[in-house]
């Protein structure tokens, strides 16, 4: 019995590093993007991602820009007031993204 508490420790050490790798918090949008942005993430892996965009334009520079919008309604102390939020992303001539921003649709 005198290799009890060993294997006991050993045993919830492994534990908790497993678990310690599990809870790691999924990235907020906005490090997302920037993490894309730092790793210039293409066009079409930032689809898989977040899906189609919701309106894209070509600029003259050859530049493509997406746009992704959310709407809704928001309940803050009783209040129903709507939003609509939009994602505004630019992704170079080679589709490579390059700069993001937010604003209001």
Known sequence: ??????????????????????????????????RAI???????RFAKTWGPPHRTMTLK???TVWIYES????HY????SSYCNSNI???DQDGKLKDWRQGAC
């Open 1 to 34: 019995m005198a290799y009890r508490f060993p294997l006991l420790a050993f045993v919830i050490a492994i534990l908790l590093v497993s678990n310690g790798c599990a809870t790691d918090p999924k990235p907020t949008e906005q490090e997302f993007i920037q």
């Open 38 to 44: 730092n790793e210039h993430l293409p066009q079409d």
């Open 61 to 63: 520079s050859g530049e």
């Open 71 to 74: 709407s809704g309604v928001s």
């Open 77 to 80: 102390k009783g209040s129903g």
């Open 89 to 91: 992303l630019t992704f």
